[in-house]
């Protein structure tokens, strides 16, 4: 991966970390009918975690109520990335399903391969980048609410240090780190933000460690590009303003609670379960925004002061500064 030069001064610490892969696998079925269409979901997570999976359980949540009894909705919790996603994937087209949704970024190799081998069967890979006749793509403008979710972390700084916990050096979440960066120092002019990575989408017990870390070394707001709520836990527990991602997790954080940037999948879930139900899917690249719903910002804590919430909604209807600069690192890619 290219280096790239990044906006203002990201002062990154690594998490030296074995990373344990989980080999628990979990499944639910709703509305289950013989005649139904199968359509199934893949997670890396649990489908309750607080985060970024339970926003994909609650996109599929929202398949099942739109189409009801014609459409049978299944999903596989904390699987692997690596070779047993292959067979998970294996499993549901055995099942029946026929259109499969996997949402990590490191299920992309078995669905490329799965996908050559079940012509007959749909599928669809958020956050990658390899297509088919079979194979489609889909993600979101993340880096734009996350510009808006880092001025929030901007204005609550005091120390002008924000810490921010991160997974994997993949260029999704070098993206998104910039955006959050980007978006403090636009509302506090020479914040810093200091990473920790975990090697891991989803451990609570890295998250927390690494907002303990950050706090220890002299952070006075936490932001995240992980999936669980631990931070912010811990964040509520030390009286730190907290921004999350992927869900609005604010029960979690009641009073140190900022904002998040959040995705609304339900819909692409539906209109993509619908097209491959009456012969319509096609293959695709989507990319969705703020301005079509896909993206956006969870509701606002009681940190979060007027003044700040004016700026980032003017902000928020001039996103052209923003997309232009990140546009020039992904051409760096």
């Given amino acids: 991966m290219k280096n790239w030069k990044l906006p203002l001064s990201l002062l990154a610490s690594v998490c030296a970390v074995a990373l344990v892969v989980g080999v628990a696998v979990g499944s639910a079925r709703t509305d289950s ?6 359509a199934a979901w893949i997670y890396v997570g649990p489908h309750n975690d607080g985060g970024w999976s339970q926003a994909h ?16 909705t299944t999903f596989k919790e904390n699987v692997p990335e690596g070779p047993q996603t292959c067979q998970v994937i294996e499993s549901l087209v055995r099942d029946g399903n026929k259109i499969i949704f996997a949402t990590s970024f490191g299920f992309q190799n078995c669905m490329v391969s799965e996908a050559k081998d079940h012509s ?5 890979q958020a956050t990658g980048t ?14 734009d609410s996350i510009y808006l979710s880092g001025m929030a972390a901007g204005a609550a700084t005091k120390k002008g240090v924000i810490g921010y916990i991160v997974p994997f050096a993949i260029p999704e979440v070098i993206r998104h780190a910039n955006a959050f960066a ?27 460690k690494a907002a303990q870390s950050l706090v220890a070394a002299g952070v006075d707001v936490l932001g995240q590009n992980v999936d669980t709520p631990a931070a912010g836990q811990y964040a509520e527990s030390k009286g730190i303003p907290w921004v999350g991602y992927d869900s609005d997790a604010r029960r979690f954080a009641p009073k140190q609670w900022l904002t998040a940037a959040i995705y609304n999948w339900g819909p692409y879930y539906l209109r993509k379960t619908k097209a ?33 919430k004016r ?13 232009d600069e990140l546009a020039r690192e992904r051409r760096d890619r």
């Fill in 130 to 143: 390899a297509r088919s006749s079979n194979l489609a793509e889909y993600f979101g403008a993340g880096e």
């Fill in 276 to 308: 491959a139900m009456n012969g319509t899917w096609k293959s695709n690249f989507y990319y969705g925004t703020i301005k079509d719903g896909f993206t956006g910002l969870a509701s606002y804590g009681p940190k979060v002061s007027a003044k700040t």
């Fill in 311 to 323: 700026a980032i909604a003017k902000k928020k209807a001039a996103l052209g500064p923003v997309r």
């Fill in 57 to 72: 359980d609650k996109g599929r949540l929202y398949v099942q109520k739109a189409l009801g009894s014609k459409v049978e």
């Fill in 182 to 208: 980007l978006g403090a120092q636009a509302m506090h002019p020479g914040a810093k933000v200091r990473l920790i990575w975990t090697n891991d989408w989803v451990n609570p017990g890295k998250e927390k």
């Fill in 33 to 38: 009918k013989s005649a139904a269409f199968k």
């Fill in 120 to 124: 007959d069967v749909k599928f669809e």
